[in-house]
């Protein structure tokens, strides 16, 4: 059964750091390149980083360049995104996945919740 | 900055045909944006339907379709049924430094 679950989110104060992590199962993670997107509350889904398969190539929407990183480690089957230099608006509901690809199961996990508040 | 733009609502009776549409601010969507389309019921996760334009997800009912028509990306439910109540995500590719984009999201109601 393909899985995918998301942990690490949590209560952080402005300017603060949190690293989320998503362990998968049921699938080979360094066969896929994989997503991050998020969802302030009540609102739609944005779109904010991917990494290619072997974690040599990654891209980042505009709003976390430079303050998120996105990596993987494939031999423990689990993505990661460091987030640094957290704002307000980066509040939401993280959920990591594939795209774009026949998933043969869940293409996303449940979510995490991230809230960045003094 | 590049603009994904959905209907914010659409309405259908149950049984209905309805299609909704996906646009780019950057002009005609084609194979190459790799469409892709999301649903996401109250308090779920999204769950997704179509990939590269056309598309269907193993789980993805034929009644459920995606495609090209003029200019947009289309997705295309037929004899809607009330579990197809949801928001429906359209998500487009644009290039290797900032790849993709998600539209605003088309709430559907079938009333």
């Known amino acids: 059964e393909v899985q995918l679950v998301e942990s690490g989110g949590g209560l952080v104060q402005p300017g603060g750091s949190l690293r989320l992590s998503c362990e998968v199962s049921?699938?080979?993670?360094?066969?896929?390149?994989m997503h991050w997107v998020r969802q302030p509350p009540g609102k739609g889904l944005v779109w904010v980083s991917r990494?290619?398969?072997?974690?040599?190539?990654?891209s980042y929407a505009d709003s976390v360049k430079g303050r998120f990183t996105i990596s993987r480690d494939n031999a423990k089957n689990t993505l990661y995104l460091q987030m640094n230099s957290l704002r307000a608006e980066d509040t939401a509901v993280y959920y990591c996945?594939?795209?774009?690809?026949?998933?043969?199961?869940?293409?996303w996990g449940q979510g995490t919740l991230v809230t960045v508040s003094s | 900055q590049t603009v994904v733009t959905q209907e914010p609502s659409v309405t259908v009776s149950p049984g209905g045909t309805v299609t909704l549409t996906c646009a780019s601010s950057?002009?005609?969507?084609?194979?190459?944006?790799?469409a892709n389309w999301l649903q996401q019921k109250p308090g779920q996760a999204p769950r997704a339907l179509i990939y590269?334009?056309?598309n269907r997800h193993s789980w993805t009912p034929a009644r459920i379709s995606g495609s090209l028509l003029g200019g947009k990306a289309t997705l295309t439910l037929s004899g809607v049924q009330p579990e197809d109540e949801a928001e429906y995500y359209c998500?487009?590719?644009?290039?290797?430094?900032?790849?993709?984009?998600f539209g605003g999201g088309t709430k559907l109601t079938v009333l």
């Open positions: 998500l487009l590719y644009y290039g290797r430094l900032q790849p993709w984009v």
């Open positions: 990494i290619n398969s072997d974690g040599s190539s990654t």
């Open positions: 590269s334009t056309t």
């Open positions: 996945g594939r795209l774009d690809v026949p998933c043969g199961g869940d293409c």
């Open positions: 049921g699938f080979t993670l360094g066969s896929y390149w």
């Open positions: 950057t002009g005609t969507v084609t194979d190459g944006n790799y």
